[in-house]
């Protein structure tokens, strides 16, 4: 017996409904438009993280003798490894959320019970991969604004 089975779908006193059906095709419609368009986005960043290099340089020609630049400059790498880390992580939330949208549009059309439950896990592992990196970014704003504070803290320009 499927859990997709319209008439006789019982567990633990729940039961799938043609109403819940249509819910899970509509919300896969809309799980597979935020993926692709997460998965464009990501494509995109990761060409203009390959252009950043060149930008910056083109900048600094055209800058002159900015302070800013001479301090961004020697940080470009790590910050190209972060951007690149942080699309590596965005490409596997999308991923279970284009995993999700694909099984469970699967499991309603075809009443594949193994392929809700997939549906289901990956949903899972999508949120739970986003809120690992959403408490990953707390820390690290946390982190960053405590460095900025102290280098505010210690710096002598006097104010005012």
Known sequence: ?????????????????????????????WAMFFAIIGFIYIG???????????????????????????VIAP?????????VLMMAVMFFINFYHFRFASQIQRAVNFTDQTSFEKSWLNLRNHFRLYGITVCALIVFYVILIVVIGSMMASSTVPIG
């Open 75 to 83: 940080m470009m790498s790590y910050i190209t490894i972060i951007s």
């Open 44 to 70: 995109l960043s990761l060409l203009m993280i390959g252009s950043m290099g060149t930008m910056l340089q083109m900048i600094m020609a055209m800058g002159g003798d900015n302070p800013v630049f001479s």
């Open 1 to 29: 017996m499927s859990i997709l089975d319209e008439n006789a779908a019982q567990h633990n006193g729940l039961s799938v409904t043609g109403e819940m059906k249509r819910s899970w095709m509509s919300i896969s419609k």
